[in-house]
């Protein structure tokens, strides 16, 4: 997160006509905003990916990446068994712990933080610092297995999924580890282990 006292550095890079235009274009009709200030928003995104000079993007672990529709996401995750969705989850939460681990930085406001700027959600925050994850950011399965790697840098037992919570053990101790703090709401998921506070 860019901190609002943060010291800022000039920099100067010579671009050409045509990505001129194009930042143009973009700061003008896509996020009306002023042209430095979305330089510099595309500046941050060095936090979570890098761009070689033939245009791939690559992740801090080396691997590339590619952009894509939440919708196309979306889309996959739900036509796919709990089992699949929760490896993508683990996955996902896997990259942004590997950054947090090449950073120095394993702090879970950071990796939020991190996640953001990947476009995948922008979590809610209560006043007792307990972070509420949207719904639109996937299906339940595939949440709890992205939130358990984030949190706990492991990979959530196979147990937990939702087709296998059929037994009341089950259940109660899935409600232990994953059940919803007191002040969750109706549009967004809630892990009592997904807090801000200090570990006791």
């Known amino acids: 997160m860019l901190k609002k006292n943060a010291k800022r550095v000039p920099i ?6 045509e990505l ?8 003008e009709n896509l996020l009306f905003d002023k042209r430095g200030n979305i330089i510099r928003n595309y500046l941050r995104l060095a936090d979570v990916l890098g761009i070689r ?3 791939t993007i690559t992740g801090y672990n080396n691997r590339l990446l590619m952009v894509m529709k939440h919708e196309t996401l979306q889309n996959i995750l739900t036509s796919v068994d709990p089992e699949l969705q929760a490896s993508i989850g683990d996955s996902m939460a896997l990259y942004i712990n590997d950054i947090c681990r090449i950073k120095g930085n394993s702090a879970l406001d950071y990796k939020l933080d991190l996640s953001n700027k990947m476009g995948w959600f922008n979590p809610t925050i209560d006043s007792e610092s307990n972070v509420y994850i949207p719904y639109e ?15 706990h840098e492991k990979r959530m037992e196979a ?17 232990k580890i994953f059940g919803k703090g007191d002040n969750a709401t109706s549009a967004h998921y809630s892990f009592k282990f997904m807090h801000l506070r200090e570990e006791d």
């Open 12 to 17: 100067t890079v010579r671009i050409d006509e």
């Open 159 to 175: 147990k937990f999924l939702s087709n296998r919570l059929t037994s009341d053990k089950a259940k109660r101790e899935n409600e």
């Open 53 to 55: 000079n033939d245009g």
């Open 137 to 151: 950011f996937g299906p339940e399965d595939y949440v709890k297995a992205f939130c358990y790697r984030l949190r």
């Open 20 to 27: 001129e235009s194009v930042l143009n274009y973009v700061s």
